[in-house]
């Protein structure tokens, strides 16, 4: 999976060292200004879940049930 931060760098830095805890980071790109006169930084990581304790799915979730 592709994911983007954007925060300020201290934000991004941090939500970094959390994601690696818990997903396989298997690369991280180096901070970009956001476009315009933004304090705020993006980084791009690239992840892949790691397997579960059973070697099946995460969850049985539908991604439509995410979030609400």
Not at 26 to 45: I, T
Not at 47 to 55: E, S
Request: no cysteine; charged share 25%.
């Amino acid at each position: 999976m592709k994911l983007r931060l954007h925060g300020t760098r201290q934000e991004v830095a941090e939500a970094t060292r959390r994601l690696v805890e818990v997903l396989d980071v298997v690369a991280v790109s180096s901070p970009s200004p956001d476009r315009g006169a933004s304090v705020l930084v993006r980084v791009d990581l690239e992840v892949r879940l790691p397997p579960t304790p059973n070697g099946g799915p995460a969850a049985n979730l539908d991604v439509g049930e995410v979030g609400g």
